[in-house]
């Protein structure tokens, strides 16, 4: 059994195939790995739907666009990404200040979605601000009523860390089913059947939710980072095993980690889907 589980973990006859999903799974592309780009071109026709990430904010205020994914079913997505900051609180203080702020944005996030599907806010980092959640929520509904308008879908992603509020009616809403351990933790899983269960339950609230789910891994090491399969595998990882999660946990020369393989990705999008929710995979890229 030990030798089955390090040939899997080592990647032979893995990712030959395009992960596993079915006519209900979203994806990621994302604007800083051109294989993400291929993947996806190669393997479009196993995906529902894709989120071209991210549309961020330079310093004075105006979009930075990612290149155009074509699909007919393709979101542009927005992040509250600075030229400085990820997740900016900041930024969001200057883009939600009051309703010609938020009415400009969303003119804005509007004219740079035509000719795509639909519209994708990810907007995190914020929800221990009541004040800034307040205005974030204000601006969900005016953004929606716009969507509508411009005849454009919203998918509104939110963070396992999200509050209880009175969420609109029409999106629909993607909860991040990751992270659980990661760069602000010690080693871990990004996500175990424990978690899904806990975000399930406290996605209830939601008027139609899916969840996201991460395939790579982090390596923890003199500094946590974030890894594609493939980068992993050029760690020479050993001592492989597959933990109750179903994640990979091994050993490289610069640290331990923890990651997705192909078999992960497909029992936890079989877990969800047997729940009666459907999968958004972050991200494709580095994962053949």
């Not at 601006?139 to 999200?162: D, G, M």
Request: glycine share 6%; net charge neutral.
């Amino acid at each position: 059994m030990r030798k089955l589980l390090c040939l899997i973990a080592l990647g032979i006859g893995i990712f030959n195939n395009p992960i596993p999903v079915d006519a209900s799974t979203h994806a990621w592309v994302v604007d800083w790995d051109n294989s993400s780009y291929i993947e996806y071109k190669k393997n479009k026709s196993h995906y529902s739907g894709v989120s071209n990430f991210a549309v961020s904010f330079n310093e004075d205020l105006s979009m930075a666009i990612p290149r155009k994914i074509e699909s007919k079913h393709a979101y542009l997505s927005f992040v509250n990404d600075s030229t400085k900051i990820a997740k900016s609180q900041e930024l969001l203080e200057v883009l939600l200040k009051d309703d010609g702020s938020m009415d400009n944005l969303i003119f804005n996030m509007i004219e740079a979605s035509k000719g795509y599907y639909g519209i994708e806010l990810d907007f995190e980092g914020f929800w221990k601000n009541e004040v800034l959640t307040k205005q974030y929520m204000r601006f969900t509904y005016r953004l929606y009523r716009q969507c509508l308008k411009n005849n454009l879908k919203l998918r509104i992603v939110l963070e396992p860390s999200f509050t209880k509020q009175d969420f609109i009616k029409g999106p629909e809403y993607v909860v991040m089913a990751y992270n659980l351990y990661g760069k602000h933790s010690g080693p871990g899983p990004k996500a175990n059947y424990e978690f899904i269960d806990k975000l399930i339950e406290k996605s209830k609230i939601l008027p139609d939710v899916s969840f996201a789910i991460a395939n790579g891994g982090c390596l923890w090491g003199e500094k946590p980072m974030y890894l594609t399969y493939n980068q992993i595998q050029n760690l020479e990882p050993t001592n492989i095993v597959r933990d109750k999660s179903d994640v990979l946990v091994a050993d490289t020369k610069q640290g331990e980690v923890w990651y997705a393989d192909e078999v992960t990705i497909e029992n936890w999008t079989k877990y969800i889907n047997n729940k009666g929710y459907n999968v958004s995979i972050w991200r494709l890229g580095g994962n053949f």
